[in-house]
């Protein structure tokens, strides 16, 4: 077993805590983290995007002039691509993105993130993060009292407290254990876990 230290919103050392190796000392591999970050981004994406062809715009189909004798090009109808307010050439339409990984190595990258933090020391646990009122200043006291910026708080149950003072700050993301993944834990520089977490985060990923 690793062990980390615990803090309190101080900064104090309280504790310490135990860590799996299994989870948090796990050899990161570049390549296995990038296709699950693909992956995940690609499912995220809304895949509605979608343009008219010139059968489908709103214009008359009739041929605009005679083909000769006009001394202008020839030319089809209102809706040809190559006029104003006509169809789309190979424009985009509706389709999915998603891209389906195995469950296996979709917890294999998860752990290796949580150890990339780990060895990197991004990564703090904190014995709870309570804060005693909702307000923004006090939130970003805390952040500055561990000199962190663009951190990703993990906590256990929900915390209305700490989610609303911490809504304004743009660098900062809150969200529970059962939420975690990939591209967040790898998309912010240092990750706070609250004490309470890591059983639930070793377990979901050792099952």
């Known amino acids: 077993m690793t062990v980390i230290d615990v803090y309190n919103l101080q900064r104090e050392k309280t504790s310490q805590a135990e860590l799996n190796e299994k989870v948090f000392q796990v050899p990161v591999k570049k390549h296995v983290l990038h296709q699950v970050v693909v992956s995940q981004l690609a499912n995220r994406r809304a895949g509605t995007a979608s343009t008219k062809g010139r059968s489908e715009v709103n214009r008359s189909g009739k041929k605009l002039w005679r083909q000769k004798g006009t001394g202008r090009a020839r030319a089809g109808d209102a809706g040809s691509p190559t006029r104003r307010g006509g169809g789309v050439?190979?424009?985009?339409?509706?389709r999915k993105y998603t891209s389906k990984i195995p469950k296996k190595?979709?917890?294999?990258a998860l752990r290796m993130a949580l150890s990339d933090k780990f060895q990197n020391e991004r990564l703090l646990v904190l014995s709870d993060f309570n804060l005693p009122?909702?307000?923004?200043?006090?939130?970003?006291?805390?952040m500055r009292t561990f000199d962190v910026s663009k951190a990703l708080i993990v906590t256990a149950e929900k915390n209305e407290t700490l989610e609303k003072s911490s809504m304004n700050v743009p660098w900062v993301k809150v969200t529970r254990c059962e939420g975690l993944n990939v591209y967040d834990v790898l998309n912010h520089?240092?990750?706070f876990l609250v004490q309470s977490t890591i059983p639930k985060i070793e377990e979901a990923l050792l099952s």
């Open 89 to 94: 050439s190979f424009g985009p339409k509706p």
């Open 133 to 142: 009122k909702i307000k923004t200043r006090d939130f970003v006291q805390v």
């Open 105 to 108: 190595l979709g917890k294999l």
């Open 189 to 191: 520089e240092h990750l």
